[in-house]
C-alpha cells in the first residue's frame, strides 16, 4: 500500500508562513482526490484542505484564506502553503486522499511559537 512522505515542517513565529510537501508515488495525485489532514495533541486528526474529485479546491472554516493546497501531477507532488499561521495550528500535518485510501505517513509537525 502507497505511504506518502510529508516533509517541509518546523518551527514558525506567529503570522508567519510554511510550505509542507507531500510525495507519493505513482499516479496517486492524479488519479485521487488529495487533502491535508492534522492532528494537535489530544485531538482528533481532521481534513484542512483537499480537491474534490473535479479539482476544486476545499478547505476548513479554520484555515480558510490563509492555506493553499496546490499539486503537480507530473511529480506526483501535492503542496500546502500555509500563511498567517497561528499557534492553533500547531500540529502534525499528514497527506492522504480523501477517501482515505494510503497508508498514513511520518506526517511533518508544524510548531507555531513566539
Known amino acids: 500500500q502507497v505511504q506518502p512522505v510529508e516533509s517541509g515542517g518546523g518551527l514558525v513565529q506567529p503570522g508567519g508562513s510554511l510550505r509542507l510537501s507531500c510525495a507519493a508515488s505513482?499516479?496517486?495525485?492524479?488519479?485521487?482526490?488529495m487533502g491535508w489532514y492534522r492532528q494537535a495533541p489530544g485531538k482528533q486528526r481532521e481534513l484542512v484542505a483537499w480537491?474534490?474529485?473535479?479539482?476544486?479546491?476545499n478547505y476548513a472554516d479554520s484555515v480558510k484564506g490563509r492555506f493553499t493546497i496546490s499539486k503537480d501531477n507530473a511529480k506526483n507532488m501535492v503542496y500546502l502553503q500555509m500563511n498567517s499561521l497561528k499557534p492553533e495550528d500547531t500540529a502534525v500535518y499528514y497527506c492522504?486522499?480523501?477517501?482515505?485510501?494510503?497508508?498514513w505517513g511520518q506526517g511533518t509537525q508544524v510548531t507555531v511559537s513566539s
Open positions: 505513482g499516479s496517486i495525485v492524479r488519479a485521487n482526490a
Open positions: 480537491f474534490t474529485s473535479g479539482g476544486t479546491t
Open positions: 492522504n486522499t480523501v477517501a482515505l485510501s494510503l497508508r
